[in-house]
Every structure is written in structure tokens, then in C-alpha cells.
């Protein structure tokens, strides 16, 4: 079964920095690029970051030079650091596989605000 848990969400104040983490289970990790998304309130989820099994990465305009995606194969788990938080990067960050119909994790909840 294809799972993903996503942690290390908070409050932080802006210009703080948070450090997510994402556990995948359930499939062969290192075939597959692996996603950061995020879901603000009233608004559309959004990709924020990918990284190939070859640690390629993609960012979203808004969060690049800011957010850092990495990987560690042999633990099966996805970091998203992030840097210089703004308040409306304010949402619920989720992991998955990219470009696959996988079943949402629970998320984690990132509040940036004073």
C-alpha cells in the first residue's frame, strides 16, 4: 500500500525557517520523482517543488531561491527545507509522487505569521 507521512509543520514567524519531512512506503522509492505540494485555504493545491531519483529539481516561481527539495534514497524520505517564510506560504504541504493518482497523506500544517 503507497503511503506517505508528512511532519514538521508549525508556526513560524515571517523570515523564519521550517524543515518538512515526508516518509514514502509502499512502492520501489527510487524509481519514481517525488513532489511537494502545498494547499492554502480557499485556494487550489499547487506543486511546489520535484526531485528525480537523480536529485534534479523543479520549484514553483514563488517559492524558488527559498525552498530546498532533497532526498534520501536509502531511508525512503523527502525533505522540503524552507527559508525566508512568507505569510502566504501559509497551507497544508503535502508529499507524493509526481504525475501519479496517489491517495493525499494528512499533510502538514505550515502557519507563517507574527
Known amino acids: 500500500q503507497v503511503q506517505f507521512v508528512e511532519s514538521g509543520g508549525g508556526l513560524v514567524q515571517p523570515g523564519g525557517s521550517l524543515r518538512l519531512s515526508c516518509a514514502a512506503s509502499?512502492?520501489?522509492?527510487?524509481?519514481?520523482?517525488m513532489a511537494w505540494y502545498r494547499q492554502a485555504p480557499g485556494k487550489e493545491r499547487e506543486l511546489v517543488a520535484r526531485i528525480s531519483s537523480a536529485r534534479n529539481t523543479n520549484y514553483a516561481d514563488s517559492v524558488k531561491d527559498r525552498f530546498t527539495i532533497s532526498r534520501d534514497n536509502a531511508k525512503n524520505t523527502v525533505l522540503l527545507q524552507m527559508n525566508s517564510l512568507k505569510p502566504e506560504d501559509t497551507a497544508v504541504y503535502y508529499c507524493?509522487?509526481?504525475?501519479?493518482?496517489?491517495?493525499w497523506g494528512q499533510g502538514t500544517q505550515v502557519t507563517v505569521s507574527s
Open positions: 509502499g512502492f520501489t522509492f527510487t524509481n519514481y520523482v
Open positions: 507524493k509522487r509526481y504525475g501519479r493518482a496517489d491517495s
